[in-house]
């Protein structure tokens, strides 16, 4: 009986030992698998890691060469910012100036145009006073016109106005009928007045009475005795036309003064003597 005792408890271990042996199998073979599960995983991290180090490594290039490019272009947009700005800040400057210019002028076309008022305010004045100096001249020489004197000729017995003094003579003149040329003879010397040629023989002046020569066209005419404002006449030229000589005074010195009168057709002397 205790034989039988010995022989079954080596069984009894053995068969544990099996199912340790087993189970250990069993752990060592998922630890194998779960090993080698893990060594791919790790394997296809490392890969995905490799993988990613290296597009980082090609992102990091290509933001090198934005980077590059980038500071490039700011370079050039400052460039051509600083440029703008520069040419910015001139045209403000230029226009600043033109400003200050522009009121400047404006300033003085103000007083260009107070001054031009002014000037028109006074030239209208200065024309409303010659308006009425002209009106007041035109009255005194149609009153001076009325007191021209009307005498005959000596010669044609014609009447003619004549002038008795040199206001009355400028009347004559600004008439434009006739030439006129004033003389002073004196007593003895021949004189050329016009086209003609005078001399006074004789001067009194108590009665106001001269004798005169006229030398004309190779000839001689001799007015004896004439009076004051007496128009004495003859004809001179190719085609003989009237002359008038009119003496306005006789002094006591034996000198005469007056005009002589030609039509305005009349030849004109190269040098006039006295007008």
Same mark, same amino acid.
């Given at each position: 009986?205790?034989?039988?005792?010995?022989?079954?408890? @080596? *069984?009894?271990?053995?068969?544990?030992?099996?199912?340790?042996?087993? %189970? /250990?199998?069993?752990?060592?073979?998922?630890?194998?698998?779960?090993?080698?599960?893990?060594? &791919?995983?790790?394997?296809?991290?490392?890969?995905?890691?490799? $993988?990613?180090?290296?597009?980082?490594?090609? #992102?990091?290039?290509?933001?090198?060469?934005?980077?590059?490019?980038?500071?490039?272009?700011?370079?050039?947009?400052?460039?051509?910012? &600083?440029?703008?700005?520069?040419?910015?800040?001139?045209?403000? /400057?230029?226009?600043q100036v033109r400003e200050v210019r522009g009121e400047q002028t404006t300033a003085r076309l103000a007083t260009a145009q107070q001054q031009t008022a002014g000037q028109v305010a006074a030239v209208q004045t200065d024309v409303g006073g010659v308006k009425t100096d002209v009106a007041k001249t035109q009255s005194d020489l149609a009153d001076t016109n009325n007191q021209l004197t009307s005498m005959k000729g000596d010669l044609?017995?014609?009447?003619?106005?004549?002038? *008795?003094?040199?206001?009355?003579?400028?009347?004559?003149?600004? !008439?434009?009928?006739? $030439?006129?040329?004033?003389?002073?003879?004196?007593?003895?010397? !021949?004189?050329?007045?016009?086209?003609?040629?005078?001399?006074?023989?004789?001067?009194?002046? !108590?009665?106001?009475?001269?004798?005169?020569?006229?030398?004309? =066209?190779?000839?001689?005419?001799? !007015?004896? =005795?004439?009076?004051?404002?007496? @128009?004495?006449?003859?004809?001179? &030229?190719?085609? @003989?036309? #009237?002359?008038?000589?009119?003496? $306005?005074? %006789?002094?006591?010195?034996?000198?005469?003064?007056?005009? #002589?009168?030609?039509?305005?057709?009349?030849?004109? @002397? /190269?040098?006039? /003597?006295? *007008?």
């Amino acid at each position: 009986m205790s034989d039988e005792i010995v022989e079954r408890t @080596p *069984r009894t271990y053995s068969g544990a030992l099996l199912a340790a042996i087993a %189970v /250990a199998l069993l752990l060592g073979l998922g630890g194998i698998l779960w090993s080698y599960n893990l060594s &791919g995983k790790l394997a296809a991290q490392q890969q995905a890691l490799a $993988n990613a180090t290296a597009q980082n490594a090609k #992102l990091a290039a290509a933001q090198q060469d934005t980077d590059a490019r980038l500071n490039v272009a700011t370079d050039e947009l400052k460039t051509a910012l &600083g440029l703008t700005q520069k040419q910015l800040d001139t045209r403000s /400057a230029a226009l600043q100036v033109r400003e200050v210019r522009g009121e400047q002028t404006t300033a003085r076309l103000a007083t260009a145009q107070q001054q031009t008022a002014g000037q028109v305010a006074a030239v209208q004045t200065d024309v409303g006073g010659v308006k009425t100096d002209v009106a007041k001249t035109q009255s005194d020489l149609a009153d001076t016109n009325n007191q021209l004197t009307s005498m005959k000729g000596d010669l044609t017995g014609h009447s003619t106005l004549i002038a *008795r003094n040199g206001e009355e003579l400028e009347i004559l003149k600004h !008439k434009g009928d006739r $030439n006129y040329y004033q003389f002073t003879l004196v007593r003895g010397q !021949k004189k050329q007045v016009g086209t003609v040629s005078l001399e006074l023989k004789k001067a009194d002046s !108590k009665k106001s009475k001269y004798t005169i020569a006229v030398f004309s =066209d190779d000839k001689q005419y001799e !007015k004896k =005795d004439k009076s004051l404002n007496e @128009p004495l006449q003859f004809y001179s &030229g190719k085609d @003989p036309m #009237l002359f008038e000589i009119v003496v $306005n005074n %006789v002094s006591a010195k034996n000198t005469v003064t007056g005009y #002589l009168s030609s039509p305005k057709g009349a030849p004109v @002397p /190269a040098v006039i /003597a006295e *007008r």
